[in-house]
């Protein structure tokens, strides 16, 4: 059967830019389901892994082009269940009554019924033989499969916020007809190669033309002749780009080239990446994401604002002009914000002077209310600002922000002594300078919020905290841990960039979590106004990466003593320790960790808490690997499952002279020999190490279970193994519970 490619293009007014990208791929993606789902494409393309479709999504259109698309799908043969023999013949073989309103009903010709009676199959289905009707299903045309696959696409869409409007054609009661959808539609393509396919969706008839760029294009309107001269027609007709991905790329290029022709580079461009990196970096950002669902055909151009403003913190200004101009802010070669400015126009006139002229005098008054505010801002200093914190409510069951502060100020305390004792080496050169600057920081982290920046750029705070603080003469550990209290802000983020930083970070989220736990105010599943989960997180990236030898019930204990006796009595620690053990199991999968090495190693509790953990799990991978492990995760397995029957104590002892089988003998001598070597491991924290030398424990564990019947009748004897037992288990469960690596 021949095939042609097949071409769909959704004409609408401008769609939300923040969505674009995920429409355009939604409607794509379920278009070529659909039709699929119907046999109208080449077998092949489910199993192939080449491009079967492409998605084009700009501004004003969503289009898909589909490779190989039937006219006409092939009939399927069908079985029908009928009803069984016994109900459907009588017993001379004649078809009954019902058997005939059956096959009535299923368009089948009964004049001559017995001929019919002969064509139908009869299987059993396990309780009874069963008549079976074979017949062949008529596959489903193109019209048809489109107008399906594209009504069930529309639906699917990830629409954030629908719409209504009223149609004036094409429905039975010009302007009370009501259609619901992302924006108003204009215009459908359907095209089979050359050949239109009638389809209607939205009160629209498929045609072949549709509309290009508003101002540029070469024709009004734009006519596609064939399915495969989509993307270059728009182009070279209609001005436009049709595909996200290929106007992204052009877009980032252009950037990218004129940055470096003026020797800077895109602010929003990482340092230290190939090109080849850089510009598939910029093509996921989400500024440059947003812009190119903003353009048809992007122009970049170059503007600059008096270098005055530079006198006000680079973050200040890059945040207004992406924010709120949609503008690419520069840096020079010394990594300091440069006057001049990207900006990506969506017209390509001859002299840009009008253009350039005008972004300028827009991003102007920008700037000044930011240095306005910045100026303003510095007259007074955060300390002043203290007191102005007992005047904002923080939360209504919690108190004010001043009332937090000194909540956050205490824990700051407890922890800055907590982790120092715990062994924690410290930059600073004592625990009391440590504690000083911890809680001078935590007094301060919030007076920003108080601020005419902050106020207007809300994202600024913390980050201007530490540029008032660095004014009011204060610390640079202190005011560096100001802007840095908040991180990780996501996934991925860094960490707090000094020791006074981390603490204050720690006990700001430590507060957070003890205080909506206490009065609770839980995240579900789909809802963290809070944001618990991400402070969680952050804190259990701190003790990882900073491998602090303390464990979260020791952290949750200092914050909750700071709270007040109706908070912290509500407060089920359990269930907020639990909270944070998935976050950790959660970050580690992310990282791909085996589930069950992960809890085979959060099954040994620890002094050091999680500091270890990533070393645990490395020496667990190499363990499961070596030849021995499942023999010995078995009968780690089985010794566990012994010793939980036990229910009286059992002796930390090994009596000797009443080890009496070879074997037994043999595995109480293997562990005496083992054990110096082992304990060596485990204080040097060579965990692998350790866990090679009890592998060697595998014949004499093997022989063991082998040769000896544990439960001996005779008492002293029967506690005697049972206590090898425990020797041994307490060897094998050190670093990880290797029972739970069993399969």
């Known amino acids: 059967m021949t095939t042609q490619n097949l071409l769909v293009e959704l004409l ?135 107008q399906s696959a594209i009504e069930h696409a529309l639906v699917k869409l990830p629409i954030p916020k629908v719409m209504q409007y009223q149609l004036h054609q094409q429905c039975e009661r010009p302007g009370w007809s009501t259609v619901s959808f992302v924006r108003p539609a204009h215009g459908l393509i359907a095209l089979h190669g050359n050949q239109l396919v009638p389809v209607t969706v939205l009160g629209l008839s498929a045609g072949n033309s549709t509309h290009g760029h508003r101002f540029e294009a070469n024709q009004h309107p734009v006519h596609i002749t064939h399915a495969d001269a989509y993307e270059e027609t728009m182009s070279s007709q209609g001005a436009v780009i049709a595909s996200f991905d290929a106007r992204s790329a052009a877009m980032v290029r252009a950037l990218r080239e004129q940055a470096q022709q003026l020797g800077c580079r895109l602010e929003v461009e990482a340092a230290g990446l190939t090109d080849k990196q850089a510009e598939e970096a910029l093509r996921h950002n989400e ?142 050169k004592d625990t009391a300078a440590l504690i000083t600057h911890s809680v001078r920081a935590a007094r301060l982290a919030k007076t920003d919020l108080l601020t005419d920046m902050v106020g207007e750029f809300p994202e600024l705070q913390g980050v201007m905290g530490r540029y008032y603080a660095l004014n009011d003469g204060e610390d640079p550990l202190v005011s560096e841990a100001i802007a840095d209290h908040y991180r990780p802000r996501f996934a991925g983020d860094e960490l707090p960039r000094n020791d006074v930083g981390l603490v204050v970070a720690m006990a700001d989220k430590l507060e957070t979590l003890v205080g909506m736990f206490g009065i609770g105010n839980l995240p579900t599943g789909d809802r963290d106004p809070f944001a618990l989960r991400r402070h969680a997180l952050g804190v259990t990236r701190m003790l990882l990466d900073k491998r602090l030898a303390v464990n979260v019930r020791s952290l949750l204990e200092c914050a909750v003593a700071v709270f007040p006796a109706q908070v912290s009595a509500d407060l089920d620690i359990n269930k907020l320790e639990s909270f944070f053990q998935e976050r950790l199991i959660n970050l580690l999968e992310a990282e791909g960790k085996p589930v069950t090495h992960i809890m ?72 005496q020999l083992i054990a110096p070597l082992a304990h060596a491991c485990l204080a040097s924290r060579d965990y692998t190490g350790y866990l090679k030398i009890l592998a060697g424990l595998r014949d004499a564990v093997d022989l063991f279970f082998n040769d000896v019947m544990v439960n001996a009748e005779d008492e002293k004897i029967r506690q005697n193994r049972w206590a090898l037992l425990k020797q041994l288990q307490t060897h094998m469960n050190q670093v990880a519970d290797i029972s739970r690596l069993a399969q």
């Not at 674009?20 to 409607?27: C, E, P, Q, S, Y």
């Not at 190693?601 to 070596?626: C, P």
């Open 600 to 671: 085979a190693v959060l099954a040994v509790d620890t002094a050091e808490g999680w500091s270890q953990i990533k070393s645990r799990l490395d020496a667990v991978a190499e363990f499961a690997n070596l030849p021995q492990s499942q023999a010995l995760a078995a009968a780690n397995k089985r010794i566990s499952n012994i010793l939980k029957k036990v229910d009286q104590p059992i002796s930390a002892e090994v009596d000797t002279s009443l080890l009496i089988e070879p074997a037994e003998q043999q595995l109480h001598q293997q562990m």
């Open 12 to 146: 609408v007014e401008e769609l939300p830019p923040k969505a674009l990208k995920k429409l355009g791929d939604a409607f794509a993606q379920s278009v070529w389901a659909g039709l699929a789902d119907l046999q109208l494409l080449e077998s092949s393309q489910s199993s192939s892994n080449e491009q079967t479709y492409k998605a084009f999504a700009s501004p004003r259109r969503l289009a898909v082009w589909i490779k190989d698309v039937k006219a006409q799908a092939a009939d399927k043969p069908l079985e029908q269940k009928l009803m069984p023999v016994s109900v459907g013949l009588t017993p001379d073989g004649q078809a009954t009554p019902a058997l005939l309103k059956k096959l009535h009903a299923l368009g089948v010709d009964t004049t001559d019924a017995e001929s019919v009676v002969k064509q139908l199959q009869r299987l059993s289905d396990g309780k009874a033989e069963v008549l079976y009707y074979n017949s062949m299903a008529k596959g489903a045309s193109l019209q048809q499969g489109l």
């Open 287 to 428: 500024l440059v994401q947003e812009v190119t669902a903003l353009v048809e055909r992007p122009t970049v151009m170059v503007c600059q604002f008096e270098e005055e403003f530079l006198q006000v913190p680079m973050e200040c200004l890059t945040l207004t002009m992406k924010a709120n101009q949609k503008y690419f802010p520069l840096l020079k070669s010394d990594g300091q914000l440069s006057h001049r400015f990207l900006i990506v126009s969506n017209i390509n006139p001859d002299n840009p002077a009008a253009v350039i002229g005008g972004n300028e005098r827009v991003v102007r008054p920008r700037l000044a209310d930011a240095k306005f505010f910045f100026d303003q801002d510095r007259k007074k200093s955060l300390e002043s600002r203290v007191a102005g914190l007992d005047k904002v409510i923080y939360h209504n069951q919690l108190g004010t922000q001043g009332e937090r502060m000194l909540r956050v100020c205490a824990i700051a305390q407890a922890l800055a002594k907590l982790l120092v004792e715990a062994g924690w080496t410290t930059s600073l």
